[in-house]
């Protein structure tokens, strides 16, 4: 009778419970396998600070301490769990607007951002925008808010509450659907 020694026990048992333990899987461990892979991200990066240019000029820069793609998802998109910040630029020097935000999701099918927790807009008046949420529509070229919101007017002088907004995505035209509350402030300095 033949022997084994220890070693060479272990090292046959390690290669062959694996494949025992992945022959008795059935169908329904399969499927939930497959369908884990939609939550698994297919591209992750730390610390993001990227443009993108048409021309040679910078159009968008954007920073992020973490971006996750999930190209395996149903309906692909891009996640930015621990915030963003977005500046878009008439040209390489002057920015037109930014956005910051606790979270973004980018729906690259739908060419759609939303945008939650503690989101700020500013445009290049100096006019800001704060809500908890906000959609930028890339088609139509605009953002909105079915949120609560509070934008400061400096050109006017104004802090103005609301809910509900509808705005260019340079946010220099707004429309606010329900006025609650404004503040005008007056400069007498102006006069």
């Known amino acids: 009778m033949k022997t084994i020694s220890p070693y060479r026990a272990k090292l046959l048992a390690a290669l062959l419970l694996p494949a025992a333990a992945l022959s008795c899987k059935n169908s329904i461990e399969k499927i939930r396998?497959?369908?884990?892979?939609?939550?698994?991200?297919?591209?992750?990066?730390?610390?993001?600070?990227?443009?993108?240019?048409?021309?040679?000029?910078?159009?968008?820069?954007?920073?992020?301490?973490?971006?996750?793609?999930?190209?395996?998802?149903?309906?692909?998109?891009?996640?930015?769990?621990?915030?963003?910040?977005?500046?878009?630029?008439?040209?390489?020097?002057?920015?037109?607007?930014?956005?910051?935000?606790?979270?973004a999701i980018s729906h690259e099918a739908k060419q759609l951002w939303e945008a939650t927790g503690n989101v700020v807009v500013k445009n290049m008046n100096g006019d800001e925008l704060r809500t908890?949420?906000?959609?930028?529509?890339?088609?139509?070229?605009?953002?909105?808010?079915?949120?609560?919101?509070?934008?400061?007017?400096?050109?006017?002088?104004?802090?103005?509450?609301?809910?509900?907004?509808?705005?260019?995505?340079?946010?220099t035209d707004y429309e606010i659907q329900d006025v609650f509350d404004s503040v005008l402030y007056f400069d007498d300095e102006k006069k």
């Open 33 to 103: 396998e497959i369908n884990d892979i939609q939550s698994i991200p297919s591209l992750r990066m730390e610390n993001l600070n990227g443009r993108t240019t048409e021309m040679g000029n910078v159009k968008v820069r954007f920073i992020s301490p973490e971006l996750r793609q999930f190209h395996f998802a149903e309906e692909k998109y891009t996640d930015f769990p621990k915030g963003i910040e977005l500046y878009r630029y008439l040209d390489s020097t002057t920015v037109e607007s930014s956005i910051t935000a606790d979270h």
């Open 132 to 171: 908890e949420k906000l959609f930028w529509d890339e088609k139509t070229k605009k953002i909105y808010t079915d949120a609560m919101v509070k934008i400061i007017d400096t050109e006017k002088g104004a802090i103005i509450y609301g809910k509900g907004l509808v705005a260019n995505e340079s946010f």
